[in-house]
């Protein structure tokens, strides 16, 4: 590329995004505030023409990357970008290929978890080359443990080291089945386009995130008769019909034991309207006591987006999600030790009321199927707001309130 030094084109090689916590396509990591994703061009047409009142609750757009598949020393697929912007040291590729962190991630050991159809990843630290450790990904995972869908925690065998290293799997998963495609597909020498994102919990020491899935309908206008039905029956059997959101994934940082507390989409899919609200509950209940000073400024946010969707026209978000962001570090640290044999689900958390309002964030992502008036792969023209939506985010702010309130 004509001007740019050859700096700025070095190679970047894409990690997964360890805080990926729902959906089923891969999320790469680009560098520290920046992800990537595969270009649909209905979700690049979105962003191309967003409006501009809706740009505080999206991702802001970056640009397009190409990437293709590399294999690394071991002979195991890496995907590897050529950037067009300027990208931080974190994340670039070299020489030691071998030793990148996408190495390490494809030396884990894959274990089936008893009882569950989902697969839980662990690695012995002995196995993390010191280059990985102080890597920023490194850091990030030997910070902290993660507790996945089935409630067990996931440890060494070794109870008493002081860096435990289980973490949530689902964006490794994701990945996995990613590159499994990819590689199936395609030679390494098939160029892809990416779109390049912002990361959006990048400022965050331990991002709790909450993805839901909004609407009550998912199906696209694209959609086949047989995708349209399996849509439609996974809205009916849970709060989508009901509510018009769904929970696809959690993480919550839990203060008292130092780990995260995690859910995926199949346990949302299984959740009553009870069981939606209880669970909204444990995401804001850090193991101690109930966040309730993010209470206030998320319901605030909420409904500063209700108000932009009410006013957009012929636009439906079907299949989009709503990300929920709060930091789990709380400003007035918990100096408490911390005992790694604590159980993570206290439902019988106390209230905290804070005098600060925590930093908090509301985003609208993935907007493969949306569609609006004007959009180059419009399929169908609708007229009015998308009062599927709106349901949801009435909802959404109704069952806040009623937690604010006590209820």
């Given at each position: 590329m004509v001007g740019q030094s050859p700096e700025s084109r070095s190679a970047v090689l894409l990690e997964p995004f360890v805080h990926q916590v729902g959906g089923h396509m891969s999320m790469m990591k680009y560098d520290e505030h920046t992800v990537c994703k595969p270009l649909v061009s209905q979700e690049l047409s979105f962003y191309e023409s967003l409006p501009l009142a809706m740009r505080q609750f999206t991702p802001q757009y970056k640009?397009?990357?190409?990437?293709?598949?590399?294999?690394?020393?071991l002979g195991n697929p890496t995907l590897v970008a050529s950037p067009s912007l300027q990208t931080e040291s974190c994340g670039r590729l070299d020489n030691a290929i071998g030793d990148s962190s996408v190495t390490i991630w494809h030396k884990c050991k894959w274990a089936a978890s008893t009882g569950s159809e989902h697969t839980l990843v662990k690695w012995s630290h002995t196995q993390l080359t010191k280059t990985f450790k102080d890597s920023c990904l490194g850091k990030m995972l030997l910070r902290t443990d993660l507790q996945y869908h089935t409630d067990s925690l996931l440890e060494d065998a070794n109870r008493n080291q002081p860096e435990r290293n289980s973490y949530n799997p689902w964006g490794l998963h994701c990945h996995r089945q990613h590159l499994n495609r990819m590689?199936?597909?395609?030679?390494?020498?098939?160029?892809?386009?990416?779109?390049?994102?912002?990361?959006?919990?990048?400022?965050?020491?331990?991002?709790?995130?909450?993805d839901l899935k909004m609407g009550t309908r998912q199906h696209g206008d694209d959609a086949s008769e047989e995708k349209k039905a399996r849509h439609i029956k996974k809205c009916e059997q849970s709060t989508s019909a009901s509510l018009g959101v769904r929970i696809c994934g959690m993480q919550v940082y839990q203060a008292d034991t130092g780990?995260?507390?995690?859910?995926d989409k199949?346990?949302?899919?299984?959740?009553?309207?009870?069981?939606?609200?209880?669970?909204?509950?444990?995401?804001?209940?850090?193991?101690?006591?109930?966040?309730?000073?993010?209470?206030?400024?998320?319901?605030?946010?909420?409904?500063?987006?209700?108000?932009?969707?009410?006013?957009?026209?012929?636009?439906?978000?079907?299949?989009?999600?709503?990300?929920?962001?709060?930091?789990?570090?709380e400003h007035k640290e918990n100096t408490a030790p911390v005992d790694n044999h604590l159980h993570f689900q206290k439902p019988n958390c106390t209230t905290s009321h804070g005098t600060h309002h925590a930093r908090v964030d509301v985003r609208m992502i993935d907007f493969a199927h949306t569609t609006f008036k004007g959009s180059k792969c419009n399929h169908t023209t609708y007229d009015g707001p998308d009062h599927g939506y709106i349901f949801g985010l009435e909802n959404l702010i109704k069952i806040l309130q009623n937690i604010s309130e006590g209820k």
């Open positions: 640009g397009i990357v190409s990437v293709h598949l590399k294999k690394d020393s590689s199936s597909k395609h030679n390494e020498n098939k160029l892809h386009q990416f779109l390049l994102l912002e990361n959006v919990v990048s400022k965050y020491n331990y991002p709790c995130i909450l780990h995260f507390l995690c859910k199949y346990y949302g899919r299984k959740l009553s309207p009870e069981g939606f609200r209880q669970t909204l509950r444990q995401f804001l209940c850090n193991g101690n006591h109930l966040r309730t000073d993010l209470l206030e400024p998320i319901i605030l946010r909420l409904k500063g987006l209700l108000s932009v969707i009410r006013k957009q026209s012929s636009y439906r978000f079907y299949s989009s999600s709503l990300l929920i962001i709060y930091d789990g570090q």
